[in-house]
């Protein structure tokens, strides 16, 4: 496990995030911008995709946090190269961070990056990272009234999950109510309905992860 402390990380977002698309580019790596608010089970998703993924890929992991290397170690036990940079109060990642962070990955030897990003339904949705695709995680015990409150994060997204579907008969969420807000903000995004905890739906998931990857790399 490697770490970073990155504060105060200023700089022009958009010109790292060209150079980590180019260096994914170059790597034949497809990178995930993984957000979502604290507690959807971001970090569960993963601990729940990579066994998935393990057999034919190799998938390396960013873990942005405010503080701690928790979701970091629970990445590793999964069995994931993994990258934690805790961005020291700051509540999203940033391009820069991960430019940096990616002299600590051998890129060539990956086919997937997952960053998770800082959890939080705001500010993450504000800087590219140069990833590839960027895909939201929602939690259905954080309320059906989400997605139209927060909409900028569930409008970039190009996969959203519906999270701890096994946790639905619990809540008040009405599952044609959520679906009607996602379509009127999002119509073109992926839709899942998982749950990391017993595995439900994740298949879908991994399908449509292994359908983005980029085709052979370029001499
Ligand atoms: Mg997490």
């Known amino acids: 496990m490697k770490v970073h402390l990155m504060q105060n990380v200023m700089g022009a977002n958009a010109e790292y995030a060209a150079r980590n698309r180019e260096l994914f580019r170059q790597a034949g790596v497809l990178a995930l911008n993984l957000m979502g608010s604290p507690g959807s089970g971001k970090t569960a998703i993963l601990e729940a995709t990579i066994p998935l993924l393990a057999p034919n890929y190799r998938v390396a992991v960013i873990e942005g946090d405010l503080f701690t290397t928790r979701d970091a170690a629970r990445i590793e036990r999964a069995g994931a190269e993994v990258v934690q940079i805790n961005t020291g109060g700051s509540c999203h990642l940033n391009a820069k961070m991960i430019y ?120």
């Open 100 to 219: 940096t962070a990616l002299a600590d990955l051998p890129l060539d030897t990956f086919d997937l990056l997952f960053i998770e990003n800082v959890g939080n339904l705001v500010c993450p949705a504000g800087f590219d990272l140069g990833a590839g695709r960027r895909v939201t995680v929602f939690g259905i015990t954080e309320g059906a009234d989400k997605v139209a409150k927060y909409p900028k994060m569930f409008r970039q997204s190009q996969a959203i999950l519906i999270n701890k579907l096994d946790l639905l008969p619990h809540t008040d969420v009405e599952l044609t109510l959520l679906h009607q807000d996602l379509s009127a903000v999002n119509p073109e995004a992926a839709l899942f309905h998982v749950s990391a905890r017993t595995g439900a739906g994740l298949e879908g998931w991994v399908r449509w992860v292994v359908a983005q990857l980029p085709g052979p790399r370029e001499g």
